[in-house]
Nanobody
Framework: QVTLVESGGGLVQTGGSLRLSCAAS????????MGWFRQAPGKERQFVARITLGGATIYADSVKGRFTISRDNAKNTVYLQMNSLKPEDTADYYC???????????????????WGQGTQVTVSS
């Protein structure tokens, strides 16, 4: 069984930064590509970023240049560094794992078998 636990969310001012962490159990990072999704109140859950086993990354256009996804397999943790935050970044952020770990262009929720419970990010205006 794979368990993902997000942390690091909170309240930040516009232009500020946060680093989200996703701690994985069951050696999930050794076999999975990892992604971050977010869901604003009343909106659908949307893709944010993905990192493959080989370290290749893709980002949603809305966060390119501001967010960085990374992974530390030794710590069994994936991160999302969020800079230059905007009010529209306000959402619940979810960590997810995809067993097709070497594929890059997978942004749909359906590709991800493992999900965390989410951590809330609020960006004040």
């Amino acid at each position: 069984q794979v368990t993902l636990v997000e942390s690091g969310g909170g309240l930040v001012q516009t232009g500020g930064s946060l680093r989200l962490s996703c701690a994985a159990s069951g050696s999930a990072l050794s076999s999975a590509a990892m992604g971050w999704f977010r869901q604003a109140p009343g909106k659908e859950r949307q893709f944010v970023a993905r990192i493959t086993l080989g370290g290749a990354t893709i980002y949603a256009d809305s966060v390119k240049g501001r967010f960085t996804i990374s992974r530390d397999n030794a710590k069994n943790t994936v991160y999302l560094q969020m800079n230059s935050l905007k009010p529209e970044d306000t959402a619940d952020y979810y960590c997810a794992g995809d067993v097709s770990g070497r594929l890059l262009g997978r942004t749909s929720r359906a590709h991800y078998a493992y999900w965390g419970q989410g951590t809330q990010v609020t960006v004040s205006s």
